[in-house]
């Protein structure tokens, strides 16, 4: 129509609108951030899925140190995560202490190793 604008939204416009996030993030995860008393999470969902890919990639990525560490300087599996968890939990690994028992309950998982028990 002459003089009226008209709007149509792209294909970009919907995606933009919807959740398009590929990444299940498992219970175990969202459990950390989840306010029991109410089923909610206590951040925006967006911080818990970047917290997640954090997490994730940091347990993925010390398989490896630990497969080296078990064949080369500590005796035990155990041990190996719980040094791994032990400098997890200081203040400059960047994660917090539930971010840091979950990646290395994860790294076990990876590993296929026994899940250890890890000091709170």
């Known amino acids: 129509m002459k003089g009226r604008a008209s709007w149509r939204g792209s294909a970009d416009d919907d ?4 959740d398009d996030y590929q990444i299940d993030i498992p219970p175990s995860f969202l459990a950390l951030y989840a306010d029991a008393q109410r089923q909610r999470l206590r951040e925006p969902i ?3 899925r ?3 890919e954090v997490c994730e990639d940091l347990a993925t990525a010390l398989v490896e140190h630990a497969r080296v560490l078990s064949h080369v300087e500590v005796p035990s599996e155990d041990e190996v995560l719980q040094r791994i968890h032990a400098g997890l939990r200081v203040p400059a690994s960047g994660v917090s202490m539930d971010e840091a028992r979950w990646i290395v309950l994860r790294l076990a998982e990876l590993l296929g190793w026994q899940t250890p028990s890890l000091d709170v």
């Open 15 to 18: 995606a933009a609108m919807t």
């Open 46 to 48: 967006a911080t818990v």
């Open 50 to 52: 970047a917290r997640y």
